[in-house]
């Protein structure tokens, strides 16, 4: 098990770019590692997800083409880069791991996650 953190969230302007840290206290080198996130009011969502050497990874519809995960295994660090934001990327972004079974990354589920972060808060307003 590891702890996650968050950071890199904040309040950006439509069509702008912001990229997301998150740091475990662990390695990380054996865990599948993704990005969920949750608007006010709505239930949590899949963004994305890496395999545990970086050479898999699988987006939501929504943020396929636009959003970036990448991992530095060494630094026990994963990042999303998020560009063209819109409005309906303002969310609650969550880090989560879960053990690598395989070298899939497309593990979409919540609940498919055993370790979470608390959270970062993106902001995509005029």
């Known amino acids: 098990q590891v702890q996650l953190v968050e950071s890199g969230g904040g309040s950006v302007q439509p069509g702008g770019s912001l990229r997301l840290s998150c740091v475990a206290s662990g390695s990380i080198a054996t865990y599948v590692m993704a990005w969920f996130r949750q608007a006010l009011g709505k239930d949590r969502e899949f963004v994305s997800s890496?395999?545990?050497?970086?050479?898999?990874?699988t987006y939501a519809d929504s943020v396929k083409g636009r959003f970036t995960f990448s991992r530095e295994n060494a630094k026990n660090t994963v990042y999303l880069q998020m560009n063209s934001l819109t409005a309906e990327d303002t969310a609650v972004y969550y880090c989560?791991?879960?053990?690598?079974?395989?070298?899939?990354?497309?593990?979409?589920?919540?609940?498919?996650?055993?370790?979470w972060g608390q959270g970062t808060e993106v902001t995509v307003s005029s």
């Open positions: 890496i395999n545990w050497s970086g050479s898999s990874t």
């Open positions: 989560a791991a879960r053990p690598a079974g395989d070298s899939r990354s497309r593990y979409m589920a919540d609940y498919q996650y055993t370790m």
